[in-house]
């Protein structure tokens, strides 16, 4: 044995060196405060259950455990039932103007649900418009606040994550299958039933599974509409910003309690999906099905329908951004008030919001495409484990990732609290899993002869990376970093946490006037959030276009 | 320019002995083949040399001087690889241009080494063009120019024609060999094709299971085989026992085709034996059948083309064999 490291392998290892220090110290040393809060009595000091035995013996948190997963259930399975139809008909019915209905069916992914919340609340709550004038009709409904309200909200938000799969996967479906079901004497219907339905199967699970745990780890939606039901991310956040002793054990317990649910959910899926993956091996995607005009016209109102509707709420926050409040109550006379209120006093939030944004964008990328080279060009033990840990953020919530930061570095050798630069480590390490994925994906499509080419020729691995590598996954790394840019943008469950002082982001001052009552502003700022949200993925678009066009 | 010597070379994945032990040495200039069948450890002792796979034990020179330890980057090799590899984000100039710049060429050089390069490949004019532009073929060419445009120690081949079709493949191997012989350079060229390897070879290693099982010329290896894998793999052979032949010994006898004759063609002193036709193939120049033997075993025979003469299934003939071209294996 020789205990020299192999040359070809010295950049791999020093880069998953670099990776298990960065997400040791910014992930895992966080995660293990919060976990060590959890077992340690209030000062600190002595290891004990007695956290869990007391947060799960209170009927409220009881309670919230069970609100939490209610609601998800819920929220997943209305998801999956309007996305699998959706997704039919885009993959093989004469629908007009796909295109556009994919694209604006994306759009939910990144805008921030939690403002689509508030515009429901705007629109449907107490005071809502809508209410108000159907009432005037004499016309009552239900209340949207509470599970009802927040099940609505996930669904128009959440139903991309179902819709895009699925499609891809009906589309994927080798036509040759429906043909020898239907040969063997089985109705196109039945064959719908029994051959083609088990094939998506798959691809519908994996999307209803992100979607359940988008809803465990949400704390926007259900702040703004849960009013007094417990619900988990919010009730954990409480805990944090009240609790008075030296160690946050109660909110630890939650945090904790959090990440066993995500991770038990993330667990589930790799274990049964990996193993249900039905490659039919399609050589193009299956011909659009000849239907009569009525399931023409039904599906297309359908597709349309649904596509607008979850746009509905984001369109009226604008609308309602440049109309006139008096405090929480709404005049329909169009001001510019509201955005004089907001950027008068500061346009820092603004500011904040862009350069975090940009700051953890350019982080995410510098950590996740080198962990991505390693994860898809070592095959062993390490590049393995070094995959699972960059996964982990996407099992964490937003609201716990921060309580680890401000246990962990408020004190000692290395303080973030009050500056800045905890929300930029918080957003980065949240947002790796993602830019890893999307990475790898590409990475998986280049050639690694092309890398041994260059360095046969005289580069070295490093300049490898650099000079055939990056350019070669130049597009994808762009829109991964503008997509990661936009989700930043619009973070709050981390960011209600982490803020402080001149360090306030958009979402944070919607977040304050939202509890402060002041409607005026939080539109205004609602609404310059979508504009930041969607003016950076016009142009990525553009740029795709006319890339695409040159070549 | 450099011999290489391979000594020792030893590889394994986990419990597989990808290259065992293997001996070598090549010459000067020398264009030597690596040829066995899939699995047999062609690339892995190909990316040896090259620096894209460590050694477990053994050692590797260029003349005197060790490289096995060197990092890839800096063994001054060319290689051409199976799918090409060319880079698709540059142009076929950028492509052959590339080595160049890694070694710091100035910029009028590199600009008049490209133009001959591609010359050479016969791909003159076609510098500004992208990747995605060109043949199959042509991009072969690429990767050849590109790795010869470095004047390297030594150029490796792993399976460079086995993407083309069956023409090409027989017009390109000529020019490589043509190439590589004017230019004076080491090459190591990895096939699992017998007829390729014994066309473009000065010697080939056959290797099978990590070892090599038998280094020669291609003629020498195709008319002495010392071992029956070797007499099977190069080109098609019968393999009977001593007895059958009426010759004494325990051991087998590797009977080529084109060493069997109608009795009728053969001359007086060879020896004769007696069977029926099983099965006929004419493909053109050659015409090949299988006589059943009286012991009911079969022998492969292969006669040029006689207008005069079909031979159908069941007809009872006599065959003589060339006594000097039988081979007698261990
Ligand atoms: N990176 C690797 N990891 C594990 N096993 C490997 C690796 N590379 C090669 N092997 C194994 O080593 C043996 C030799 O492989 P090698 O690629 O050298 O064969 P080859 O002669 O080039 O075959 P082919 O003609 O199919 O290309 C095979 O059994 C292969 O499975
Ligand atoms: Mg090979």
């Known amino acids: ?551 | 320019m450099t011999g290489i010597v391979i000594a020792g070379a030893t590889r394994s994945f986990g419990t597989v002995r990808a290259v065992d032990g293997v001996n070598l040495t090549v010459g000067d200039s020398e264009f030597f083949t690596l040829l066995g069948p899939s699995g047999c450890g062609k690339t892995t002792l190909l990316r040896m040399i090259a620096g894209f796979c460590e050694l477990d034990a053994g050692e590797i020179r260029f003349g005197d001087k060790r490289i096995d330890r060197l990092p890839a980057h800096t063994r001054n090799i060319g290689m051409v690889f199976q799918n090409y590899a060319v880079f698709p984000n540059l142009t076929v100039a950028g492509n052959v241009a590339y080595g160049l710049k890694a070694r710091r060429v100035t910029a009028a050089d590199v600009a008049r080494r490209v133009d001959e390069a591609l010359a050479l490949v016969q791909l003159a004019g076609y510098g500004e063009r992208w990747p995605h532009q060109l043949s199959g073929g042509q991009l072969q060419r690429v990767a050849i120019a590109r790795a010869l445009v470095i004047r390297p120690q030594v150029l490796l081949f792993d399976e460079p024609l086995s993407n083309l079709d069956a023409r090409l493949r027989v017009s390109m191997r000529g020019e490589i060999r043509e190439l590589q012989k004017s230019l004076g350079i080491t090459a190591i060229y990895v096939t699992h094709d017998q007829e390729e390897a014994m066309s473009v070879s000065d010697r080939i290693a056959l290797m099978q299971s990590g070892r090599l099982e038998q280094v020669g010329a291609p003629a020498e290896i195709y008319r002495n085989p010392t071992s029956r894998f070797a007499a099977e793999f190069m080109g098609t052979t019968n393999l009977v026992e001593a007895r059958a032949l009426g010759r004494g010994g325990a051991g087998m006898i590797s009977l080529r085709p084109e060493a069997l004759r109608l009795d009728a063609d053969a001359p007086a002193g060879w020896p004769r034996l007696g069977g029926s036709v099983a099965h006929v193939e004419v493909l053109g120049p050659i015409t090949r059948f299988d006589v059943r033997l009286g012991d009911g075993s079969l022998l492969k025979v292969a006669a040029l083309d006689e207008p005069h003469r079909t031979l159908t299934p069941g007809t009872s003939v006599t065959l003589a064999y060339d006594p000097a071209r039988i081979t007698v294996l261990p």
């Open chain 1, 1 to 551: 044995m020789r205990l020299a490291i192999p040359h070809q392998q010295r950049l791999p290892l020093a880069i998953a060196a670099l990776g298990f220090l960065f997400l040791g110290l910014f992930l895992l040393y966080p995660l293990f405060n919060v976990f060590s809060a959890s077992v340690l009595d209030g000062e600190g000091e002595k290891f004990t259950f007695a956290n869990y035995v007391k947060i799960l013996g209170r009927p409220f948190y009881r309670g919230a455990v069970i609100n939490t997963l209610t609601i998800g259930v819920a929220a997943t399975i209305t998801t999956i039932l309007i996305s699998v139809p959706f997704a039919f008909a885009l993959a093989r019915l004469p629908v007009p103007g796909k295109a556009a209905i994919i694209a604006l069916a994306a759009m939910p992914l990144v805008l921030p649900s939690f403002v689509s919340a508030y515009a429901i609340v705007l629109l449907l709550g107490r005071a809502g418009i809508v209410t108000q004038w159907l009432q005037s009709w004499g016309i009552g409904f239900g209340s949207i606040y509470g599970a009802g309200g927040i099940v609505l909200v996930y669904t128009l938000t959440l139903y991309p994550y179902v819709l895009l799969p699925t499609m891809a996967a009906f589309k994927a479906v080798d036509v040759s299958v429906e043909e020898a079901a239907q040969s063997l004497g089985s109705s196109p219907r039945r064959t719908l039933w029994t051959v083609t339905l088990p094939i998506v199967i798959p691809a519908i699970l994996a999307g209803g599974l992100l979607v359940f745990i988008e809803t465990l780890e949400n704390f926007g939606v259900p702040f703004v509409l849960a009013e007094d039901m417990p619900i988990f991310a919010v009730e954990a956040f409480k805990l944090f910003v009240g609790e008075t002793a030296p160690n946050p054990s109660s909110a630890g317990v939650l945090g904790v309690l959090l990440i066993a649910m995500t991770s038990l959910v993330l667990l589930i899926q790799r274990r049964f999906l990996s193993s249900r993956r039905f490659s039919t091996g399609a050589r193009s995607a299956p011909p659009i099905l000849r239907v009569g005009l009525g399931l023409r016209i039904l599906a297309t109102t359908y597709c349309w329908a649904i596509v607008l509707l979850a746009l509905v709420p984001f369109f009226a926050i604008v609308v309602l951004s440049f109309m006139e409040f008096r405090g929480p109550v709404l005049h329909p006379n169009f001001s510019l008030a509201n955005f004089t209120a907001l950027f008068e006093r500061s346009t820092r939030p603004l500011l904040n919001t862009l350069m975090f944004a940009t700051l953890a964008a350019v982080g995410v990328t510098l950590v996740g495409v080198p962990i991505a080279y390693v994860v898809t060009r070592m095959r062993s033990a390490m590049a393995s484990l070094l995959d699972v840990i960059a996964t982990l953020p996407f099992a964490v919530a937003g609201t716990v990732l921060a309580i680890g930061f401000v246990v962990s570095f408020n004190s000692g050798w290395l303080i973030l609290t009050g500056g800045p630069f905890i929300m930029v480590l918080v957003y980065t390490v949240r947002k790796v899993p993602f830019a890893v994925r999307s990475s790898s994906a590409i990475l998986h499509q280049i050639d690694p002869s092309l890398e041994e080419a260059s360095i046969s020729l005289g580069r070295s691995p490093l300049q490898t990376f650099g000079r055939i590598l990056v350019p070669l996954m130049l597009g994808g790394i762009l829109s991964g970093f503008v997509l990661t840019w936009v989700t930043i943008a619009s973070e709050l469950s981390a960011t209600v946490v982490l803020y402080s002082g001149q360090w306030r982001t958009l979402t944070v001052v919607m977040f304050q006037a939202l509890e402060g009552g002041g409607g005026g502003i939080a539109t205004a700022a609602a609404s310059t959030l979508i504009i930041v949200t969607l003016l950076p993925i016009a142009l990525l678009y553009r740029l795709v276009r006319r890339y695409e066009l040159s070549t």
